[in-house]
Every structure is written in C-alpha cells, then in structure tokens.
C-alpha cells in the first residue's frame, strides 16, 4: 500500500475519491443530517491537516482513506510480517 499525496489529484480526481469513500462508509453524523458538500469539504479538511491520507493498494487496485494511525500500523504489520519471513 502505498501513500497519494492528495495535491497530486486533479480536483475531480481527489473529490470522487473523497465521495466514493464517504459513500461506502455511510458514516452516521448524529441526529442531524449534514450534505454530501459538507462531508467532503470535511474530509478535504482532514487530507490538508494531514490526518487522513490517500492510499493505493496495487494488489487490489484500489483507493481508500485511512487516518495517519491506521497507516503507520499498516506499515508496522508490513515490517513485522517481512521480518518473520
């Protein structure tokens, strides 16, 4: 899995991978219903601030978010399981 670096995207680009995932995950937000627009200025927020990043996962082929933390376990699991090999 590798980190996208999000200024890398077209604006198109980086917003349909923003709303694919919001989509997918369907996240709740409460009692109140915010939009679609909010939810990826939201995001868009979070990919700038540098908590949330754009991977690509090339034996999949596909795009998704994760939180800066979820990334670094991915690689720690990564380094683990190469070194047990």
Do not use: H, W
């Amino acid at each position: 899995m590798i980190e996208i670096p999000a200024e890398r995207l077209s604006a198109e680009v980086l917003r349909a991978v923003i709303e694919e995932f919001i989509l997918r995950e369907g996240t709740d937000y409460g009692s109140y219903e915010v939009s679609l627009d909010n939810k990826i200025d939201q995001v868009k927020g979070q990919l700038k601030r540098g908590d949330v990043l754009i991977t690509f996962d090339p034996a999949t082929e596909n795009c998704n978010l994760l939180t800066r933390n979820q990334f670094r376990q991915y690689l720690s699991e990564q380094q683990q399981s190469e070194s047990d090999s």
